[in-house]
T-cell receptor, first 116, second 112 residues
Framework: GAVVSQHPSRVICKSGTSVKIECRSL??????MFWYRQFPKQSLMLMAT?????????EQGVEKDKFLINHASLTLSTLTVTSAHPEDSSFYIC????????????FGPGTRLTVT | KQEVTQIPAALSVPEGENLVLNCSFT??????LQWFRQDPGKGLTSLLL?????REQTSGRLNASLDKSSGRSTLYIAASQPGDSATYLC???????????FGAGTRLAVHP
């Protein structure tokens, strides 16, 4: 149980285009999902907290107009990187909190974004 | 502001050794602390979660301890195996709402 999927696992796009990453909780309901980014050999940095049916809360320094987050259902959150640039190339990981187990987060496998 | 530090940054050991990975945090007011494993290019696998009221948790060859007052946690790996090679991340939940603050990780290599 408690499986989180991400799609796509890898994506390469050209500078200036937008990319959408999906995060799904497969066997539980997630009222809250989190989006992290991870640069090579660095730790995870929280970008934003996504609550179902409401606006996401962004961490300081994260541009909300560049990283659009939508959490339209209890099992799906999406992150759209708009007008991507090479510096946006990173590993993006989502996690989801099971509403029945509020102290635990379950992580997706990550999405490797490369902007050329 | 909560900060999490992990020592050592990297560790290379022969198979069979018992290991201790260290994690320290600056604000002792935490809800829980979690240890994760991350394989290269992959997501995170939760290993152990210790609630603030607990002192330790065990799972198989892994044992994690928590000393809130001193802001420290250790992950003990017994009889290490090559399959244990990965990056181990410590994360603290101190702000409620499950907002995790991660350390930079310890990259472990266990060689046969």
């Amino acid at each position: 149980g408690a499986v989180v999927s991400q799609h796509p696992s890898r994506v390469i796009c050209k500078s200036g285009t937008s990319v959408k990453i999906e995060c799904r909780s497969l066997d539980f309901q997630a009222t809250t999902m989190f989006w992290y980014r991870q640069f090579p050999k660095q730790s995870l940095m929280l970008m934003a907290t996504s609550n179902e049916g409401s606006k996401a809360t962004y961490e300081q320094g994260v541009e909300k107009d560049k990283f659009l987050i939508n959490h339209a259902s209890l099992t799906l959150s999406t992150l759209t990187v708009t007008s991507a640039h090479p510096e946006d190339s990173s590993f993006y990981i989502c996690s989801a909190r099971d509403r029945s187990k509020p102290y635990e987060q379950y992580f997706g496998p990550g999405t490797r974004l490369t902007v050329t | 502001k909560q900060e999490v530090t992990q020592i050592p940054a990297a560790l290379s050991v022969p198979e069979g050794e018992n290991l201790v990975l260290n994690c320290s945090f600056t604000d002792s007011a935490i809800y829980n602390l979690q240890w994760f494993r991350q394989d290269p290019g992959k997501g995170l696998t939760s290993l152990l979660l210790i609630q603030s009221s607990q002192r330790e948790q065990t799972s198989g060859r892994l044992n994690a301890s928590l000393d809130k007052s001193s802001g420290r946690s250790t992950l003990y790996i017994a009889a290490s195996q090559p399959g244990d090679s990965a990056t181990y991340l410590c994360a603290v939940n101190s702000g409620g709402y499950n907002k995790l603050i991660f350390g930079a990780g310890t990259r472990l290599a266990v060689h046969p």
